[in-house]
């Protein structure tokens, strides 16, 4: 999978521009606040629907403007033609996603047809932040894979949303009834367990790919351990991510949500469920967070993101496009070179990186990197 090209009107500080790409490396280069990172943005955009900064879609829209576009054109593995994704963003009204034209319902309609992992300095807290850090990393990846996993998600978002809020009307001394508590039950522990099976399975992977790619990244002195804890585990939890062969049971999940009511009330919200769960990171058998150095921390959340890459390509059947922005900065150069060497040596892959200075790579691999640099919002 490869992004072709990308162009823009009234989005963010980019002016309306084109921005091409070609197979193998790309780096976009220039100074500071010119749009690289916004052009970044807008690929990933398409692969998850909302920017990784955390902005709303209206701050997309250019200041002065009434709307924003932006269209990407992707190819597939295997195929002879562009795939084209487009959204406009209206400061007014919603927004309207399309496919080759045709307009999309939603924009989970549109999560899956592109897929890319993104590395960005604040990646460094998948081992350094707290468990919503790692949920979130699950759920990037685990949506861009399987509508079913996104659909259990969204599902299971919206009955803890509205459990929640039974809880605060009982905390606030009004009635619920228990079949209110028993239906909330139910669809949590459904949904979650789903959410669970896919979680307990891609962790196993992921600790696999991790191991490898960190003892490449360190000569195989010490090795990262990455331990799911979930809510919802039980023996013999179903693996869906390759085949759903049977329905998890929610057994477990549903004794949490049932008999702790009193105690949740008393909390004000919903203590048990896969809101919860956490992966930990152990590095020689201590709390990575608080015993693995900077540089160990940042080879651990590098090794998880090129994992997040392997096991697209293994589920998915294609590389994703991997986008790293601004993260040579942060690494030292035998790491920016296992980068380039690991990932920069097949066209299969694609990977667009973001710098200040086109001389992020060394000058032995440059005659393979495509270079844009980027001015004041627009391609030159």
């Known amino acids: 999978m490869r992004v072709s090209s990308i162009s823009f009107l009234n989005w963010r ?11 193998g490396i790309n780096v976009l280069w220039g100074m500071n606040a010119q749009g690289k990172s ?14 990784f900064r955390g902005a709303k879609d209206r701050e997309f829209i250019r200041f002065g403007e009434d709307f924003a576009h932006a269209e990407m054109k992707f190819r597939k593995k295997g195929y002879l033609s562009d795939t084209s994704l487009e959204v406009t963003i209206p400061k007014n009204g ?44 699950l759920d990037i990846a685990l949506s861009q894979l399987s509508e079913t996993y996104l659909m259990n998600l969204r599902r299971y978002s919206k009955a803890l949303a509205e459990r929640n809020a039974l809880i605060k009307l009982a905390s606030d001394g009004k009635s619920v009834s228990s079949a209110e508590w028993e239906m909330y039950a139910r669809l949590m522990s459904t949904y979650g367990t789903w959410i669970t099976s896919f979680r307990q399975e891609y962790s196993r992977y992921l600790e696999d790919a991790v ?47 049932t008999s702790n009511i009193e105690r949740e009330i ?6 048990y469920g896969v ?31 090129l994992a997040e890459a392997e096991i697209s390509f293994s589920v998915g059947g294609e590389y994703p496009v991997i986008l790293l922005d601004d993260v040579f900065s942060e690494l030292d150069e035998s790491r920016r070179s296992y980068i380039l060497d690991k990932l920069g040596k ?11 200075e086109p001389d992020v790579v060394p000058d032995d691999r440059q005659s393979r990197v495509n270079f844009t ?7 030159e």
Do not use: W
């Open 275 to 305: 809101h919860k769960d956490d992966i930990n990171i152990l590095f020689n058998g201590h709390e990575a967070k608080a015993y693995a150095s900077q540089g160990q921390q940042r080879s651990i959340a590098l090794s998880m993101k």
């Open 38 to 51: 916004n052009i970044l943005e807008s690929i990933y955009y398409f692969a998850r629907g909302r920017s």
């Open 346 to 356: 097949e066209e299969l892959r694609q990977i667009i990186i973001t710098s200040c």
């Open 266 to 271: 008393a909390a004000g919200t919903t203590l």
């Open 373 to 379: 640099k980027v001015s004041a919002g627009g391609i």
């Open 211 to 257: 191991r490898r790619y960190f003892d490449e990244m360190t000569g195989g002195k010490e090795s990262p351990e990455l331990r799911y804890t979930s809510h919802g585990l039980y023996e013999g939890i179903p693996s869906p991510l390759y085949t759903v062969k049977e329905d998890p049971d929610g057994t477990a999940l549903y004794e949490k949500l």
């Open 94 to 137: 919603k927004k309207v996603m399309k496919r080759n034209g045709a307009p999309l319902s939603s924009t989970a309609e549109m999560i899956g047809n592109f897929r890319a992992v993104l590395f960005s300095p604040s990646n460094l807290a998948l081992v350094s932040g707290g468990p919503l850090e790692r949920r979130t990393f």
């Open 13 to 23: 500080n980019l002016e309306p521009t084109t921005a091409s790409f070609e197979p």
